[in-house]
C-alpha cells in the first residue's frame, strides 16, 4: 500500500464530487507513473489555490471509463476509487499546518514550491509516513470539522494557462493545446 498525490483545482474537485466521487484521473502525459499504481493504495487530495488538503480515496482498480467528469480536461489515465474522506475546501487541512512536520515542507525555506511535490500528480510520497500523517489528520477533520474561510477566486483559479500551438508528427502539423503551470502560490 502506498500513498500518492491527487491533485485537484476547487473545480475539479466540485466536478469530481458530483460525478459520484468514484473516478479520478490524470493527464496522458502520466501514464508512465500512474502505471505504478496499485489496488489498495491511497490518493491523498490536495486542492491547488487554497492550499488545503481535502481528502482521501483508495485505489480500487485502473478503469476504462471514459465518462464525462470533467469540464475542461479529460484526464483519460483513470482509476476506480472508493471515497474515504471528501472535504470542502473550508473544511480543509491548510498546508501551514504541515510545516515541519513532512519531508516536502520542512521549514520555511520550503513554502511555495514544497521541493517540487506538488507539480504534478500522480506523485509517489517520498516518505509514506506523510501520507499516513495526512491521512490522519483528515479523518480527524471529517470528524470534527474546523471552518476556514477561502477565497472564492482562489478556489476558482485554474494552475495552468492554455496556449494554442503547432505540433510536428513527421511532415505533418497539426493544432494543439499546451499547459503551462503557475506557480502554486504562497499562503499568507
Known sequence: MNYWLDLFTGTTWDEF???????????????????????GDFFICYLTGVMRWVGVLEVVSPTNDTSTIWK?????????????????????IPMNELEGRVDFFEGVQDKGKFKGFLRGSPSLFKCQEDGRLIHDLLQKAAKQPILRPVDPKKLARKPYNLFKADRTRGKTTIPAKVTVPEPEEIEQ
Open 17 to 39: 464530487r458530483k460525478a459520484g466521487a468514484n473516478i479520478s484521473g490524470f493527464r496522458q502525459s502520466r501514464h508512465n507513473i500512474a502505471s505504478k499504481i496499485n489496488p
Open 72 to 92: 475542461d480536461a479529460d484526464f483519460p489515465v483513470r482509476f476506480a476509487v472508493r471515497p474515504l474522506v471528501l472535504l470542502d475546501a473550508e473544511q480543509g
